[in-house]
């Protein structure tokens, strides 16, 4: 057993103390006060690594705000003498119209990023959820694993030999359906999958939140591309536009309207994984089992479609769509 002073700390915390790099056999780094020079680029450049994901993507979410605002709302609200007639309204009536939507879009806007962001923080500071440090998970000397008082409880097993499964880095019994991630150096309950975005695993305690940011991310971007199409072709017709302005703006959309195709097929696969009571990790093994030839029981863990999705997002359908709102989760 590894003494718990010299255990490796949440890597998403800043300089967090001891610091084991992924997949390499190097000791634990020193707190950073205690450490030399060398040590410390070593921790700098380890967070680095890190947490560079995670500022790109909020520095791209943040920005895309003041551009709507900008390039979209501010024309639309503008008097109509501050902007080109090439606009689309021709009368008062239609011009007021035209601010009433651009102000409403904006607010929703701003809903689904405040909500993106909400859900963002919670997935990134929860615990995915560990494995208990209590005796009857600890794999100990003098007991064999298979004589475990919860081992009767645990329904996956070897494969090759039918005993229950065991993590020799992290010296406990494996519950069903968890994995030990080498980046965050414990082995997570209902492990889906690492995410660098937010560099944090998703798994048992954290999936809801993981959903709802990818959720709160593809509805903003189908509201950019919906609207936003407008500020492409004004500028487009509009003679005082520079041409590097208008790159810009095409640059923006087109990237806008990628991001959102991507990020709905991610979503659609995730639902079905929600449905189907799937992690990812276990819709690859189905896969590559099914691919050796291999008959696999798809539905052992699904509770029918209905049910997988109370387990995963709460008993309460209404709160669903709110990332402080904790789903009940069990095993």
Known sequence: MEDPETTALDPKLPFPGRIRAPNTPMDYLPYWKDATSMQKVRIFLYNAAVYLPVATMLTFVL?????????????????????????????????????????????????????YLVSFYRAARTSPGTVPDTSDWQLLKTRNPNDSPIAHLLQERKQTTGEVRCCVRCARLKPDRSHHCRLCNTCVLKMDHHCPWIANCVGYANYKYFFLMVTYGMLSLW??????????????????????????????YMLICLLALVITCFWLVHIYFISQAFTTIEFCEKRRRRAQGEEVNSAFFSLGIWRNFKETLGENPLLWPFPGCKALFRL
């Not at 709507?68 to 080109?84: H, L, N, R």
């Not at 487009?236 to 790159?247: D, I, T, V």
């Open 63 to 115: 920005s895309l705000y003041p551009i709507y605002v900008i390039y979209y709302v501010y024309p639309m609200v503008a008097e109509a003498s501050e902007t080109p007639e090439l606009y689309f309204w021709h009368t008062p009536s239609e011009h007021r119209f035209a601010k009433v939507q651009a102000i409403s879009l904006l607010a929703l806007l701003s809903c689904f990023l405040l909500l």
């Open 223 to 252: 509201l950019f591309a919906a609207s936003f199409w407008q500020t492409l072709v004004i500028t487009q017709r509009n003679s005082q536009s520079s041409y590097a302005e208008f790159q810009f703006i095409t640059a923006v």
